[in-house]
């Protein structure tokens, strides 16, 4: 039985067109989580896909008029975190993969999107016009563009913190309303994808990650080609290598010598994408240390291994690595491979000069069977002991749950980001038995030393929010106050980010 | 189309293996070694039906794509990438894309429309005895 009225579909088919309301069960297990043991969890009642702002806003208008909750995607391509499914079992997918509008500003470098755009989309609309801005692109590029900033993914490039290279959006509101932020704010002003701020309050960020609209055009800043990329893949022999290999880069990272956020991550991180753990093992225990010396023998990997690049001049990146070089000068590293790429050379062909990808995904096939993974991903200060702390605990956590450590560490210009995956097969149910204690397990962790997660899956969006508890909770009390005053039937997302509409609170 | 293209693809894969190290016996030689290079893909097409798969196929489907890379682990590498096989029916390639397949998530129709997946299959089914 179809929880949402007859009558609000009918509605919807004459908004938009009755081939893009989608209801069938096929539907609804398209926008399902495919990562998850139980699909059926978190499905929808259906989808809709709209091809305009103007659309959208009209099926917010009949949304609020017969209390139906959107879950609004741009591709639904957020595996990991729960893909295109919603929070809520029963709510509506608003699919804006349709919308696919792309704007270029060859001079200004900037690009103004609609939220179907991809990175592949982006990124052949550049090569086909010979455009010389590059992209920064998450390990997984087949999702949106707009989608992955307002969720603050991250790339490898000097523009890696995507949400921090927003400028300028067009929302519609959760009453029907449209408004653009920043100079888009005035009528055909020149400057919307320019300038952050306008006059008077900013409220990008407001969209980031948030259930209080619906963001239809996402103005973002893109790479000038650089005149050459260069810098080094890393590897290093130790696990306790992690400490001393942050605070080397931290100091470079924080003066702004390096741009981008290296990312180390650990033998898995690598291994995992290139091989499957049943080629080296039938032990479904903990991993041998012999089995992980064949791994990463084979693939000539290092415990940990981090890419560092410079980006721009050439002068000026051939003088960072003279800088970089003396950092680690008599430093014990496993090996260390240069990268040297200047204008006019071959492509590269890598994420860290902006190609889109999709092959990282692969990493959930590590354990066979139908894989998945979920992430868990902290934030700590940017210190080498602090690092190797939570290491040592996250790891001991997932020996004692019985899964393969698999973790990074990202490092922003004042803090670091634990990516930890959780990597698992759905046939298997013993191993999916322990995969949700064993979050809570991280979560719970975590929060005593007071780290918060920056992102999280739909599962566990309220837990994280939980410990966000500074006098009692007073986060989510503003979180609440703004989403019952902007969307008091509560039909944008209820529950994204633990942000919950009145009556529907847990 | 199809054919004449795969040849042209064909170089490309080969660039892209250059660099690979010996495989181990128990693996098929097709895996991801030094993942991070030379991974961009082709994403030329030489037809509207052609362009189409590369738009909302290719960056899992062509070279070093999930799709691609999966398969390889599974069958003979040199017909790991959709374009390559000559056993694809319309209506297998329908049901993969909207059931899903192992690894591959259901490909919802607000994504691809029937009429667009009628076209892809068409495409990738071409040279095969239905």
Not at chain 1, 241 to 262: E, K, N, V
Not at chain 1, 336 to 347: F, Q
Not at chain 1, 401 to 418: C, I, K, P, Q, W
């Amino acid at each position: 039985m179809n929880p949402i009225n007859p009558a609000a579909w009918r509605a919807f088919a004459a908004a938009i067109g009755k081939d893009q309301v989608m209801i069938t069960e096929e539907d609804r297990n398209a926008y399902a989580d495919h990562f998850a043991a139980d699909e059926t969890k978190h499905e929808p009642a259906g989808a809709l896909a709209p091809a305009s702002a103007e659309e959208v806003r009209e099926i917010v208008r009949i949304a609020n008029q017969y209390r139906i909750p959107l879950w609004p995607i741009s591709r639904g391509k957020n595996f990991g975190y729960g893909g295109s499914a919603p929070v809520t079992r029963g709510a509506v997918v608003l699919d804006l993969s349709r919308m696919k509008k792309i704007e270029v500003n060859e001079a200004t470098g900037t690009v103004l999107v609609e939220p179907g755009v991809g990175f592949f989309d982006l990124y052949d609309h550049l090569q086909s016009k010979g455009i010389p801005l590059w992209l920064s692109v998450p390990g997984n590029s087949w999702g949106s563009v707009a989608g992955n900033a307002l969720d603050r993914g991250v790339g490898y490039t000097s523009y890696g913190d995507h949400a921090s290279r927003i400028c300028g959006l067009e929302v519609v509101l959760p009453d029907g309303d449209l408004v653009r932020t920043g100079m888009g704010a005035m009528d055909g002003s020149p400057n919307w994808t320019l300038y952050r701020n306008g006059f008077g309050p900013g409220w990008d960020t407001m969209f980031c990650q948030s259930n209080l609209g619906i963001v239809t055009k996402l103005g973002l800043w893109l790479m000038p080609e650089p005149e050459a990329v260069a810098g080094y893949d890393y590897e290093f022999d130790k696990p306790e290598d992690l400490g001393w290999a942050i605070d080397t880069l931290m100091p470079l990272r924080r003066d702004g010598l390096i741009q981008q956020s290296p990312s180390i991550g650990n033998w898995l991180r690598s291994a995992a994408v290139m091989t499957t753990r049943e080629q080296w093992t039938a032990d479904k225990g903990p991993l041998d240390d012999k089995v992980v010396a064949a791994i990463r023998d084979r693939f000539k990997i290092g415990w940990w291994s981090v890419q560092v690049r410079f980006y721009g001049h050439l002068d000026v990146v051939e003088a960072s690595m003279r800088v970089l070089d003396r950092a680690f000068d008599k430093k014990p590293i496993q090996s260390k491979k240069p990268a040297l790429w200047k204008r006019g050379d071959p492509p590269e062909g890598s994420p860290v000069t902006g190609v889109p990808v999709s092959f990282p995904l692969a990493n959930a096939n590590w354990h066979g069977g139908r894989g998945g993974h979920v992430g868990y991903s902290p934030v700590l200060p940017p210190s080498g002991d602090l690092a190797m702390d939570q290491f040592k605990r996250t790891y001991a956590l997932y020996q004692s749950y019985g899964m393969d450590y698999h973790a990074s560490f990202a490092m922003g210009e004042r803090s670091l980001t634990n990516v930890n995956q959780i990597l698992y097969n759905k046939d298997d149910p013993a191993m999916m038995s322990r995969v949700d204690g064993m979050f809570r397990a991280l979560v719970a962790d975590a929060s005593a030393h007071r780290y918060g997660e920056y992102r999280t899956h739909i599962d566990y969006m309220d837990l994280v929010a939980d410990c966000y508890d500074f006098n009692d909770h007073a986060l989510r009390r503003l979180n609440t106050r703004v989403k019952d005053a902007l969307d008091p039937n509560g039909i944008i997302a209820p529950g994204k980010s633990g942000i919950w509409p009145k009556g529907k609170r847990p | 189309m199809k054919r004449a293209s795969l040849i042209i693809a064909g170089i490309a894969l080969c660039g892209a293996a250059v660099g690979a190290q010996t495989p181990p016996a128990k693996d098929n030689g097709a895996q991801v070694v030094n993942p991070f290079r030379g991974v961009m893909q082709d994403r030329s097409s030489h037809s509207p039906d052609e362009a189409l798969f590369v738009e909302k196929c290719g960056m899992c489907h062509r070279q070093m794509g999930m799709g691609t890379v999966l398969l390889a682990r599974r069958m003979d590498p040199a017909i790991a990438r959709l374009e390559q096989r000559d056993d694809l029916t319309t209506d297998y390639v329908k049901l993969a894309a909207r059931q899903g397949i192992g690894n591959m998530p259901r490909i919802g129709r607000g994504e691809v429309s029937d009429v667009q997946l009628d076209r892809i299959a068409a495409y990738l089914a071409e040279g095969t005895t239905q």
